[in-house]
């Protein structure tokens, strides 16, 4: 069953990668957006990535390591879709960075243990259908004192979970979003571990591209959409991420957001 799962999640995201256009990709974006506070979140954890050898596990289209690149980092771009893996190449070609790409079943990382001094991986986990597996692979191929950092989205939002019911042909069958206690496993494994959660309030921007511009969840990706148009969007979320940092003072808040982002320590 397990085979059959990740069969399918490479053919639908090979699928994926043949209709990308590299020349759309602003790669800042992914990192320095407003609407980008996952991203924001990991970078300032992450500090001065210059020289580090870095892992971009389940790198999509490439954005991760070709940004990462350009600050001076070595980057393997590796994923199990060789279709992404091909994107991830020609964006960082276009973007005059050299990147090392490899194919890789993230349950099983193929490299020795102490290998990398970061791991990044966005929305791979709740692909995965044994997310621990894949959180110790990547603290035995990291070296002593070096960091994995992930975001993913949670399980816990009635907002966010009637999106994902309608969103059927932007999504994979299998994906399930995280629990929030995944945390309390992370913690378990690293010597330390700082994490958030991100969009509350904010998620009325995925309301409104649904309710009042009338999106198409099925054609236009709305997790894509708040990048592309970050600069539209900046005016309303900046004011309503104010208001998340207060409802996250609440107790059980936190859990109700939509994306949780990680940065563990060996």
């Not at 494994?189 to 309030?201: I, Q, R, S």
């Amino acid at each position: 069953m397990q085979d059959d799962l990740l069969k399918r999640e490479r053919e639908f995201h090979d699928l994926w990668a043949a209709a990308i256009d590299i020349e759309g990709i602003q790669v800042r974006d992914y990192f320095e957006a407003c609407t980008a506070p996952e991203n924001r979140f990991i970078l300032k954890h992450l500090g001065d990535v210059k020289g580090k050898y870095l892992l971009d596990l389940g790198c999509g289209a490439g954005e991760n390591s070709v940004y990462f690149a350009t600050k001076g980092a070595r980057c393997v771009a590796a994923d199990y879709s060789p279709g992404m893996v091909d994107v991830a190449l020609k964006l960082a070609a276009s973007n005059h960075v050299a990147v090392e790409g490899r194919t890789i079943n993230a349950m099983e990382i193929e490299f020795p243990d102490n290998t990398f001094d970061i791991i990044y991986a966005s929305n791979l986990l709740h692909h995965i259908p044994q997310p621990k597996t894949v959180i110790r692979e990547m603290y035995r191929v990291l070296k002593p004192g070096g960091k994995a950092c992930f975001w993913d989205p949670l399980k816990h939002n009635p907002v966010i979970n009637v999106y994902r019911r309608i969103a059927t042909k932007v999504r994979t069958e299998d994906e399930t979003p995280l629990d929030i206690n995944i945390v309390n496993f992370v913690q378990s494994v690293f010597t330390k571990t700082e994490y958030d959660t991100f969009w509350l309030a904010t998620l009325w921007i995925f309301l409104r591209f649904y309710l009042v511009e009338k999106v198409d969840p099925n054609k236009e990706r709305y997790w894509k959409k708040i990048i592309l148009e970050h600069e539209r969007l900046r005016p309303t979320y900046l004011k309503l991420e104010k208001a998340d940092q207060s409802l996250k003072k609440l107790p059980l808040m936190k859990r109700f957001a939509w994306n949780i982002a990680v940065v563990a320590t060996k």
